[in-house]
T-cell receptor
Framework: AQKVTQAQTEISVVEKEDVTLDCVYE???????LFWYKQPPSGELVFLIR??????QNEISGRYSWNFQKSTSSFNFTITASQVVDSAVYFC????????????FGKGTTLSVSS | KAGVTQTPRYLIKTRGQQVTLSCSPI?????VSWYQQTPGQGLQFLFE???????NKGNFPGRFSGRQFSNSRSEMNVSTLELGDSALYLC?????????????????FGPGTRLTVL
């Protein structure tokens, strides 16, 4: 069975601190896709990144970076120099190589950034 | 380009009633998926529709059903409501195509419908 675990339920940091959100996934499939979504207080999920199982290159987008390691089945997300606007719930998700778009979500990590 | 829209945004029903939620995808998107979000269970996949056909289904009872129209708009219906059905129902659309795998496609989410069952 497939599963996504986000062990950190809540994280609180002060502005300008770096913070890493952990994501561990389980699947026996060799082809799969990993995603991160952000859910601000408004409730709408916002897509952040997609990674396929054959691409282990790390990615950086501004203050955001992602570290994908198949050896540990992890897809961690780091925010550098956090800002108050980063406060949200962050979800890691997994989908398999199939027709259809069913996402398997982790329980989410609530990030609170204070000024 | 307009985003995914969901109506109504808030809904209050009583146990035993039924409810219909509506979702209009981004223009050109033919895949619509529905998710239920609760504090206890988190985000769970309900079902996906593509070209008016249900393509995937999550592990929910038959009281949860849906359909998709020829213009890709989708509705979700919950019959015989239970207290545990209180949740945020999110709709997502994507450019997923009919042929081959499409699970890599980014999904665009709507603001959700907050359903409260009393």
């Amino acid at each position: 069975a497939q599963k996504v675990t986000q062990a950190q339920t809540e994280i609180s940091v002060v502005e300008k601190e770096d913070v890493t959100l952990d994501c561990v996934y389980e699947t026996r499939d060799t082809t799969y896709y990993l995603f991160w979504y952000k859910q601000p207080p408004s409730g709408e999920l916002v897509f952040l990144i997609r990674r396929n199982s054959f691409d282990e290159q790390n990615e950086i987008s501004g203050r955001y970076s992602w570290n994908f390691q198949k050896s540990t089945s992890s897809f961690n997300f780091t925010i550098t120099a956090s800002q108050v606007v980063d406060s949200a719930v962050y979800f890691c998700a997994l989908t398999l190589n199939q027709a259809g778009t069913a996402l398997i979500f982790g329980k989410g990590t609530t990030l609170s950034v204070s000024s | 380009k307009a985003g995914v829209t969901q109506t109504p945004r808030y809904l209050i029903k009583t146990r035993g009633q039924q409810v219909t939620l509506s979702c209009s995808p981004i223009s050109g998107h033919r895949s619509v998926s529905w998710y239920q979000q609760t504090p206890g269970q988190g985000l769970q996949f309900l079902f996906e529709y593509f070209s008016e056909t249900q393509r995937n289904k999550g592990n929910f009872p038959g009281r949860f059903s849906g359909r998709q129209f020829s213009n890709s708009r989708s509705e979700m219906n919950v019959s015989t409501l239970e207290l545990g059905d209180s949740a945020l129902y999110l709709c997502a659309s994507s450019l997923a195509q009919s042929a081959g795998a499409s699970s890599y496609n980014e999904q665009f989410f709507g603001p959700g419908t907050r359903l409260t069952v009393l």
